[in-house]
């Protein structure tokens, strides 16, 4: 009987509990290795599960192509998005970003042929340029390329690479590296300097709108605290040949 109350009081006290009460929030990303993983065990996978396990919120990370990811966001399918260019809640209406960036992203050109100085998005014009699906930044600076071949995820961007269909790909500078030494494109290299530098974000359903202030302020904690520095240390320097001192940020 002593037994029988216990497990009783216990359970009514995980009931009672944060994590009981709320159910994993569901984040999509289109990102890969290093910076997202199957194992939830990349760069920005271990930022967010640390930013929302300290409000004590579990979250799940999947992985979708860029355009689903973000419709799935935005239709509630999903809880949120990441990781994604400002001003997005224009184009889809039902999320809300969250307003301290997780990075900086460098969109690269990566080619095998060519060799020339990038000094804006119109030096790609006379190319046939490969991008994802889904990324409008690119969607919208690139219009005009010679050719423009877009799609569904970043291994099909980078085959087109290695297997001549492409003059160009652009793509993500730390990921597109990656990527490079996972197919083994030996001849591939990165053209300089990046088409664009951009802050980046998570997005948040709206119906997760009193979450966005709480999560913003745990993000800035951890890189005040150096937390993002040291998740940074541990997911990309193995990756990277030079050693990494700061988070990006």
Avoid at 97 to 105: K, N, S, T
Wanted: proline share 7%; charged share 20%; net charge positive.
């Amino acid at each position: 009987m002593r037994k029988h109350c216990l497990f009783l009081v216990l359970l009514l006290l995980w009931q009672a509990s944060p994590l009981a009460a709320q159910p994993p929030l569901s984040l999509n990303t289109f990102a890969g290795p290093p910076l997202s993983t199957p194992g939830q065990t990349g760069y920005y996978d271990r930022m967010l599960v640390e930013a929302f396990s300290r409000l004590k919120i579990p979250v799940t990370i999947g992985h979708l192509p860029a355009e689903r990811s973000l419709k799935n966001a935005d239709c509630g399918i999903d809880d949120g998005d990441f990781v994604r260019i400002a001003g997005l809640e224009k184009i889809y209406p039902n999320l809300i970003m969250v307003p301290e960036q997780l990075d900086d992203f460098e969109f690269v050109a990566f080619t095998r042929t060519l060799n020339l100085p990038v000094t804006s998005w119109a030096t790609l014009t006379p190319y046939h340029v490969g991008i994802v699906r889904g990324w409008k930044i690119l969607e919208e600076n690139l219009a005009g390329v010679k050719k423009l071949i877009a799609v569904k995820n970043q291994e099909q961007l980078f085959l087109l690479l290695k297997n001549g269909r492409v003059d160009v790909v652009v793509y993500a500078g730390k990921e597109g590296a990656a990527l490079i030494r996972q197919l083994g494109i030996a001849d591939a290299s990165a053209l300089a300097p990046p088409l664009a530098v951009r802050p980046m974000y998570l997005y948040l359903n709206k119906k997760h709108a009193g979450l966005v202030s709480p999560v913003a302020a745990e993000l800035k904690k951890m890189k005040e605290d150096g937390t993002c520095a040291d998740i940074a240390r541990q997911t990309l320097s193995a990756v990277f040949s030079e050693k990494v001192h700061n988070a990006p940020h």
